[in-house]
């Protein structure tokens, strides 16, 4: 495996992520990164990379030429269609490439071309404008990664260092939390977290807090009644079934440093509940993981920032951050 790249699509044009992989690139003698090849559209690349004033060539290959195009070119894996170079400013025009550069990834890392999938951010709202029908790359790469049989449930977490967050309903209406959430869900998704703590970060005996729905943990039935009916109840089968799990646990305390750092991951109820907390302190650093795949994925924390696409101010680290934990989960795989 560690003869083979990472994979990376491209993500929205109009966003960060073009100039994130552009800049990342021209350091990466200096940041030591693996090789990686970008499944993107070619001559968009070069145009952003000649806005960013970015003295790099940008050469076309496969997934097997990148090895050796990368110390010279960034090797890119030609996505065909219409790509604009509107940093700001989406067009629906650029959604087929963007949607192809994630399958064309997928499909590399899948089948072993590639050895993991780093994705750059995509706009969701622009995705949806033009069709898209999954609410994010979680939901997508799931699908992709069915191959025709039932797909995998996807889990996301988001990790820096020892604070791993993850949300068990994702990209969904705050309204349709409570009626979405079930002891089947909560029990399914901690055991991908379980499992998946074991097998890519290496943690034999993963401890894990599971935080209630409503404030202070439903307050014995008095503040909502789901933390006694399904929280309680999941975490009672986890711990049969052998899995070091807690809760419900306020939400609002656990992410209290001293409180988390007894766990190896927190699993909220909902997106903000589980990002909000590790976006605040960790903004720049943290990476997006999805369990639950038969592929690794990573990406950034961030998203498209279209208020900084073009100017080449926005932070790499979390976009370098998401290539080291990809590269670090991978490494050693045969
Ligand atoms: N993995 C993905 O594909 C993700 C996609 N998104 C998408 O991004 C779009 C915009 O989302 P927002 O909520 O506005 O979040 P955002 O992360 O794009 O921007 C929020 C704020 O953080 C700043 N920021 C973002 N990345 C930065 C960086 N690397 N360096 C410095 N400052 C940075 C932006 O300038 C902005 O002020 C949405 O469509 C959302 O769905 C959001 C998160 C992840
Ligand atoms: N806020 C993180 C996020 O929405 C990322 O979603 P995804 O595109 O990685 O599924």
Same mark, same amino acid.
């Given at each position: 495996?560690?003869?083979?790249?990472?994979?990376?699509?491209?993500?929205?044009?109009a966003g960060v992520g073009p100039d994130l992989i552009l800049q990342i690139y021209a350091r990466r003698a200096e940041l030591k990164l693996p090789p990686f090849c970008v499944f993107g559209h070619a001559e968009f690349l070069k145009s952003r990379a000649a806005k960013l004033e970015l003295d790099i060539e940008i050469g076309s290959v496969d997934p097997a030429a990148s090895l050796a195009t990368f110390v010279d070119a960034m090797p890119v894996i030609d996505i065909d269609g219409l790509v604009p170079d509107h940093p700001g400013k989406t067009s629906m025009a650029a959604a087929g490439a963007v949607i192809a550069s994630i399958e064309q990834a997928v499909t590399a890392t899948l089948t072993g071309a590639c050895r993991a999938l780093v994705t750059a951010p995509i706009h969701k709202g622009a995705l949806y404008h033009a069709g898209f029908s999954h609410p994010g790359h979680t939901e997508f790469l799931a699908e992709l990664c069915a191959r025709g049989g039932k797909a995998p449930l996807p889990v996301m977490m988001l990790a820096h260092g020892g604070l791993r967050a993850v949300p068990v309903t994702i990209h969904v209406p705050i309204k349709d939390v409570p009626g979405l959430l079930s002891r089947q869900l909560i029990v399914d998704t901690v055991r991908v977290v379980a499992h998946d703590l074991k097998q890519r970060f290496g943690i034999a005996e993963p401890r894990i807090a599971v935080a209630g729905l409503n404030p202070h943990a439903g307050e014995g039935g008095a503040i909502g009644r789901e933390d006694l009916e399904i929280v309680a109840p999941a975490v009672q089968d986890l711990q049969l079934a052998g899995i070091d799990a807690v809760g419900p646990l306020p939400a609002d305390t656990l992410f209290y440093?001293?409180?988390?750092? !007894?766990?190896?991951?927190?699993? $909220?109820?909902?997106?903000?509940?589980?990002?909000?907390?590790?976006?605040?302190?960790?903004?720049?650093?943290?990476?997006?993981?999805?369990?639950?795949?038969?592929?690794? !994925?990573?990406?950034?924390?961030?998203?498209t920032a279209f208020d900084l696409a073009g100017t080449?101010? $926005?932070?790499?680290?979390?976009?370098? $951050? $998401?290539?080291r934990l990809a590269d670090a989960m991978t490494r050693g795989q045969d």
């Open positions: 495996m560690m003869d083979k790249p990472l994979a990376i699509s491209m993500g929205e044009p440093p001293l409180y988390w750092e !007894r766990y190896d991951a927190v699993v $909220a109820m909902y997106h903000d509940q589980a990002l909000i907390p590790i976006k605040t302190v960790a903004f720049e650093d943290a990476v997006n993981v999805t369990l639950g795949l038969p592929i690794v !994925r990573t990406s950034p924390d961030h998203g080449g101010k $926005a932070s790499p680290k979390s976009f370098i $951050a $998401a290539i």
